[in-house]
């Protein structure tokens, strides 16, 4: 299996930008699919972002295309997540997901493995 430490969260104000990061251990971090996931209070956790194991196809959710950037470095075994004009609505407990397979999947029950998730709060 696969263990997966997520940081980089913070506090920064609407129009702003964080970078997420998740560090993957114990297993090929290569062989498998790493997604982002976000869940708001009292909210469903919701896809953000996945990106294909070598790093060359990726999926976005609607509400992040364009401002949201996944990419992932596999000789560091990290996946990150790039996070430009921020918005208030993008405030959320952010979780990066892994999964040994080749779909770029969209619901949670199709990742094994989670990170602990790292807090973003958007100020207005």
């Given at each position: ?18 970078r ?10 290569s ?15 919701k ?7 070598g ?7 609607d509400?992040?295309?364009?401002r ?18 921020l ?13 040994r397979t080749?779909?770029l999947?969209?619901?949670p ?12 709060t958007?100020?207005?």
């Open positions: 299996q696969v263990q997966l430490v997520d940081n980089g969260g913070g506090l920064v104000q609407a129009g702003g930008s964080l997420l990061s998740c560090a993957a251990s114990g297993r090929t971090f062989d498998y699919v790493m997604a982002w996931f976000r869940q708001a209070p009292g909210k469903e956790r896809f953000v972002a996945a990106i294909s194991r790093g060359s196809s990726t999926l976005y959710a509400s992040v295309k364009g949201f950037t996944i990419s992932r470095d596999n000789a560091k075994n990290t996946v990150y997540l790039q996070m430009n004009s918005k208030p609505e993008d405030t959320g407990v952010y979780y990066c997901a892994a999964d080749i779909r999947a969209v619901q029950s199709s990742y094994n493995y989670w990170g602990q998730g790292t807090q973003v958007v100020s207005s």
